[in-house]
């Protein structure tokens, strides 16, 4: 059965509506007595995913997002609320679910530790009843996009960080799955491991439509690879939109960086101000809904000898911290 229209047209794949999940906590009261509170994890979340797309779940550590990534794979079960992924129950459906969806969680791997990770995918193969060819036709291929095939042969516990994360992507994907689920997959990976696993998430985002829920805390995996994004803070979405909106709501000011042919006092122009100066380079903050950088430019240069410039956008961790300052 088909999944309901989402936005546009397009078929929602995920769709969760106010799903709450509360955990009891137990602190101790004196030498015996012990007193229950609950604490919500999730406290009312609502969001839809359409097929194809690849969204950043962006969050404080707390803030529910591997909470709600459990729920979504049927791992945890919610407290109430209605949750579907690919038309099914999570957690009733399990299992027929875990044959349609992928998921990696950066700090623990589904490989076997003592087994060479060939041996690992070939486990998978039987365990998701993947159909001989199919399994040849995406092991080659992830073998190749992944550079796999140096440490195919080696025992999962002997692999590095990176290597290992490669070979848990390939094994989230043998299956093809519809949907893939990404709990902080780059966490401890140099820049070169970071560089192509992005790479290999985009490639098959891309090239086999794959949806993607991309958790992390790292943004520049946000900012290449998202153009939406979930924000989350004490078990609440409090942004949810397109990465050039939320930069044009939130990230609205930019800087003008200007080297003088010699030291000045700060330069006075309309609509822009001087945030440092630093011998003969100045840093002007202004608003592009105000005044473009073109007249910014001009206006510094009717002022002063100009030898070099540079425009600083706001970076997308700047972007966040203000959504939380306004929430």
């Known amino acids: 059965m088909n999944a309901p229209g989402g936005f546009g047209g397009a078929p929602r794949v995920v769709e969760l509506r106010d799903i709450r999940k509360t955990f009891n906590v137990y602190r101790r009261r004196g030498r015996i007595r012990r007193e229950r509170s609950q604490v919500d994890a999730v406290a009312g979340i609502s969001f839809t995913i359409e097929r194809g797309e690849m969204v950043g779940y962006v969050g404080p550590n707390g803030a529910g997002k591997s909470t709600t990534v459990k729920m979504l794979t049927g791992i945890l079960v919610p407290s109430s609320g209605f949750v579907r992924v ?11 679910l875990a044959r349609r969806i992928g998921v990696v969680f950066g700090q623990r791997t589904q490989l076997w530790w003592d087994l060479p990770l060939r041996d690992s995918f070939e486990l998978l193969r ?3 009843r993947i159909p001989p060819d199919v399994y040849d036709r995406n092991l080659a291929e992830f073998g190749e996009v992944l550079d796999l095939e140096p440490f195919i ?3 999962v516990r002997q692999l590095s960080l990176g290597q290992r994360m490669r070979g848990d992507l390939a094994a989230a994907l043998l299956h093809a799955p519809e949907i893939l689920f990404l709990d902080e997959p780059t966490i401890g990976l140099d ?5 192509r696993i992005r790479e290999f998430l985009a490639r098959i985002n891309q090239e086999r439509r794959t949806t993607i829920l991309l958790t992390t805390h790292d943004m520049d995996d946000i900012e290449r690879l998202c153009k939406r994004m979930l924000v989350i803070d004490h078990g609440r979405v409090i942004y949810d939109g397109d990465l050039a909106t939320v930069k044009a709501r939130y990230g609205a000011d930019s800087v003008l960086v200007v080297d003088l042919e010699e030291p000045a006092p700060p330069i006075e122009v309309d609509g822009a101000t001087v945030e440092r100066v630093d011998g003969p380079r100045q840093w002007l903050r202004f608003r592009r809904e105000q005044m473009s950088a073109a007249a910014l430019i001009a206006a510094v240069a009717a002022k002063a000898s100009v030898r070099d410039l540079a425009i600083s956008d706001p970076d997308i961790e700047d972007v966040v911290r203000r959504i939380y300052g306004s929430a």
């Open 86 to 96: 690919l038309d099914f129950e999570p957690t009733r459906q399990r299992v027929d």
């Open 126 to 128: 039987h365990i998701y």
């Open 153 to 155: 042969d080696t025992p």
């Open 191 to 195: 820049v070169v491991a970071k560089a």
